[in-house]
């Protein structure tokens, strides 16, 4: 079915059934990401690029059934530069925003408040990734390993429902008690269409993709996260073995913390998170995953919104995938480690600057490559209407 068609029945839809009882509030942004990076030792190749993402967004938030309810509509330009596949060579992606040329519909989905506020319902082309294995600290981060964890990242034909392709998806979050939430969500597995990927498409002959977590979201305390998720149906196996494939499945756990606060202002000072993860290593390269980083909000006088920050990511190969390319002649190595210094700078209330420095150990965690630098810079240019 048509994604554009299929959103369209499903909001008409809802907006039968729902019975309008507070002024609808309206929400439009834009925001333009800009950023170039360089390679200046190591890798595939010493290279400059210059890549950028636009994001469109319409929020329509109101009340229906007597809960808070809310539509969304999230369109994505990216250009055509890509960086890690054809400059470094990295697996974990320098760039969270690396993208072949994309113009599509991103997500659009309507969410249902119920329970008095204690839970809600979302369906529609979702990202799965702003609703599980996210961690508020690591989104200063530009390596992709800190907005969602390889080990999870690299699952599915097409990849799972995150950046830069979405599937139609339902999700129930629920809080249990005040500090602990439940979130379940159930994806199709096959994001668009892998044949032509700039196509939005919706089949449900895939299998599915779900995910659940729960979390510990007390106020002013350290945020923790479970979660889990699996494939209803068989991904190839690494190699070979009497049947033709395993279910692909997986699990995660982060806390994210604040470390020190400064006296008299709650939003400044030193926060740290730690994530790891695990993934079937009969169907994933990338078989366990350590991310940690540090963030401190404010650190020079007169700043105080400035985010300083130290990360690293360590992706390590699963022994069947090290197996494989042992038994294909080929080289291969224990991990892929990935060290990045960030400091983003407001400049005005639209304006956003971000210097960002990586050095990757062993790309692509095959031995093959030196160590590589990345030198970056991005900016930031939102407008709300």
């Given at each position: 079915m048509n994604t554009y068609k299929a959103m369209a029945i499903m909001a008409g839809a809802c907006l039968c059934l729902t019975n309008a009882q507070a002024v609808p509030?309206?929400?439009?942004?834009?925001?333009?990401?800009g950023e170039v990076l360089r390679n200046v030792d190591g890798g595939l190749r010493r290279a400059t690029r210059y890549m950028d993402n636009l994001d469109l967004t319409a929020d329509y938030r109101t009340q229906?059934?007597?809960?808070?309810?809310?539509?969304?509509?999230?369109?994505?330009?990216?250009?055509?530069?890509?960086?890690?596949?054809?400059?470094?060579?990295?697996?974990?992606?320098?760039?969270?925003?690396?993208?072949?040329?994309?113009?599509?519909?991103?997500?659009?989905?309507?969410?249902?408040?119920?329970?008095?506020?204690?839970?809600?319902?979302?369906?529609?082309?979702?990202?799965?990734?702003?609703?599980?294995?996210?961690?508020?600290?690591?989104?200063?981060?530009?390596?992709?390993?800190?907005?969602?964890?390889?080990d999870f990242s690299q699952s599915g034909e097409n990849g799972?429902?995150?950046?830069?392709?979405?599937?139609?998806?339902?999700?129930?979050?629920?809080?249990?008690?005040?500090?602990?939430?439940?979130?379940?969500?159930i994806f199709d597995a096959v994001p668009g269409d892998p044949d032509h990927p700039a196509r939005n498409a919706i089949s449900l002959d895939d299998?599915?993709?779900?995910?659940?977590?729960?979390?510990?979201?007390?106020?002013?305390?350290?945020?923790?996260?479970?979660?889990?998720?699996?494939?209803?149906?068989?991904?190839?196996?690494?190699?070979?073995?009497?049947?033709?494939?395993?279910?692909?499945?997986g699990a995660y756990a982060f806390v994210d913390a604040p470390l020190r606060?400064?006296?008299?202002?709650?939003?400044?000072?030193?926060?740290?998170?730690?994530?790891?993860?695990?993934?079937?290593?009969?169907?994933?390269?990338?078989?366990?995953?350590?991310?940690?980083?540090?963030?401190?909000?404010?650190?020079?006088?007169?700043?105080?919104?400035?985010?300083?920050?130290?990360?690293?990511?360590?992706?390590?190969?699963g022994d069947n995938f090290k197996r494989t390319r042992r038994n294909e002649g080929l080289p291969v190595d224990r991990a892929e480690v990935n060290l990045e210094l960030s400091y983003r700078v407001p400049i005005t209330d639209w304006l956003t600057v971000q210097p960002d420095v990586q050095y990757i150990i062993n790309p692509g965690a095959l031995g093959e490559l030196n160590n590589a630098l990345v030198l970056g810079l991005r900016f930031e240019v939102a407008r709300v209407f």
């Open positions: 509030a309206w929400a439009v942004e834009a925001v333009y990401s229906w059934f007597g809960e808070d309810a809310e539509i969304f509509v999230y369109g994505l330009y990216n250009n055509a530069a890509t960086f890690s596949d054809t400059v470094v060579g990295d697996l974990q992606t320098v760039s969270n925003i690396d993208n072949a040329q994309n113009f599509r519909l991103y997500e659009a989905w309507y969410r249902q408040g119920f329970g008095n506020g204690n839970g809600s319902l979302k369906l529609g082309l979702i990202d799965l990734n702003a609703e599980f294995d996210a961690i508020d600290t690591g989104s200063l981060f530009l390596n992709s390993s800190h907005g969602i964890g390889p799972p429902s995150i950046f830069p392709v979405t599937s139609l998806a339902m999700r129930v979050d629920y809080a249990l008690t005040d500090a602990w939430r439940v979130r379940v969500g299998g599915a993709l779900w995910v659940a977590e729960i979390n510990r979201v007390g106020s002013g305390g350290p945020r923790l996260g479970l979660g889990a998720w699996g494939y209803t149906v068989a991904s190839e196996r690494l190699f070979a073995l009497p049947d033709a494939g395993d279910r692909n499945h606060r400064e006296i008299g202002d709650d939003t400044q000072g030193l926060n740290g998170y730690l994530r790891v993860g695990a993934a079937r290593e009969r169907v994933n390269q990338t078989g366990r995953y350590l991310g940690a980083g540090l963030v401190y909000t404010g650190l020079l006088p007169g700043r105080d919104a400035d985010q300083l920050g130290l990360a690293v990511a360590l992706a390590f190969n």
